[in-house]
């Protein structure tokens, strides 16, 4: 059969550039494929449910910009569509001078975004949160929290109620771009779209790879580990607790975060993962631990943060050591605390040069557009970053 648009990829940036696409152009014919059962199955169904401010990126940046629409446009969704968020608002604590420091310089950088942060110090900090310690902190009241998974799902229905048509359990095995077309084979299934978008995630190096584009990046796996507590201490903070982040760190460190069914969760740490699906401690997959242990990038990427690497394997490996982190301002915590829970896994884009890819990266032809990297925040900045896919897709030729 034949579509104008063609989404492959069932997570939230997927139907988002689908929904936006029939927005667009309501008159179109479109075809969504996923691997998967159902919606949301990996990254927007493994996250921790933060639609975040903007604070930490560069002014005037492209993630600054795609970050505060997002979290305008992830609340208006919600509350048109009845689905649950609460705007709890977050605390970035430090607990000594360097980090209050990094929370100063954040500071600046969130004011130069247009955010409005309040400051306090340690003894308000525990007037308002009386579990946390520190010398300072910084209070975002417009960050909140929500289920981007029943978001995804929502959205799933508005495009196929807006007469997209939508393929579970099809995992692409074929594309091939024509003069007028492109071919898009799945088992014994095929057809043609005059436009391809390709929201693979975890898979964005491979789909962009069978379409015949060279790439120059590898996608690497790293495991979120969470915890939860216990029930008897849901009620242990009011608001997300974040750490001073380290600005020679890519991620920003463990948190406790309130989850939007009234539940806290602490975590992540970041550890390599040897299964880009693998959501079990200890699983292996042989290709994809190959495709990024074969990749130079991977190997100059660990040996600039081999001392953070080791200290995130020592978290993941002893879980006191997971504990202390979380103790350096939450004493509360016992070791009895920290509960099982589900694991998140994060697509890292690293560059052959060993740089891990923070900025949107696109591959572009005359009928193919990969999103080859949609960094975090992507789930906050689904809607935006589908506008944006659409807009760009108006701009393929016909």
Not at 141 to 162: G, Q, S
Not at 316 to 329: P, V
Request: with cysteine; glycine share 8%; proline share 5%.
């Amino acid at each position: 059969m034949d579509y104008d648009f063609c989404v492959i990829g069932g997570g939230i940036v997927g139907f988002a550039t689908a929904r936006q696409l029939l927005q667009r152009y309501p008159d179109a014919s479109l075809l969504l494929l996923e691997k998967e059962s159902g919606p949301g199955m990996h990254q927007t169904g493994h996250n921790s449910g933060v639609i975040h401010a903007g604070i930490y990126y560069a002014p005037g940046s492209l993630k600054a910009q795609l970050c505060r629409d997002g979290l305008e446009a992830s609340t208006a969704f919600c509350r048109d569509h009845a689905l649950p968020f609460e705007a709890c608002g977050k605390l970035i604590v430090a607990t000594n001078t360097m980090e209050r420091e990094r929370i100063d310089a954040l500071y600046a950088r969130a004011r130069a975004n247009g955010l409005m942060l309040e400051r306090m110090d340690g003894e308000e900090l525990n007037r308002r949160e009386p579990h946390i310690r520190g010398v300072a902190a910084l209070y975002s009241p417009a960050t909140a929290i929500t289920d981007f998974a029943a978001m995804c799902r929502k959205m799933a229905d508005l495009v196929m109620e807006a007469g997209g048509e939508v393929h579970y359990h099809t995992a692409v095995d074929h594309l091939l771009e024509k003069d007028s077309h492109v071919e898009i084979g799945a088992g014994g299934n095929s057809w043609r779209a005059k436009k391809l978008i390709a929201c693979a995630g975890l898979q964005a190096d491979r789909l962009a790879t069978l379409a015949g584009l060279r790439v120059d990046f590898r996608i690497v796996p790293f495991r979120g580990e969470y915890f939860q507590l216990p029930a008897e201490k849901s009620g242990l903070i009011k608001h997300l607790i974040y750490p001073a982040p380290d600005p020679a760190l890519p991620f920003l460190g463990i948190h406790l975060t309130r989850m939007i069914d009234g539940s806290v969760t602490v975590g992540p740490n970041a550890v390599i993962g040897f299964a880009r699906e693998g959501y079990q401690k200890f699983s292996m997959s042989l290709r994809d631990t190959l495709d990024f242990a074969a990749y130079p990038g991977f190997w100059k990427l660990i040996l600039q943060y081999r001392r953070h690497a080791l200290h995130e394997l020592r978290g993941s490996m002893y879980k006191h050591a997971y504990l202390a982190e979380c103790r350096k301002y939450c004493a509360a915590l016992e070791m009895d605390d920290l509960r099982p829970y589900r694991t998140g896994i994060r697509a890292q884009a690293v560059s052959r040069d060993g740089v891990a890819i923070h900025d949107f990266l696109f591959q572009q032809t005359r009928r193919m557009l990969h999103v080859c990297n949609a960094p975090s925040p992507a789930a906050t900045s689904a809607i935006p970053i589908g506008a944006m896919i659409a807009q760009k897709c108006g701009e393929l030729p016909e």
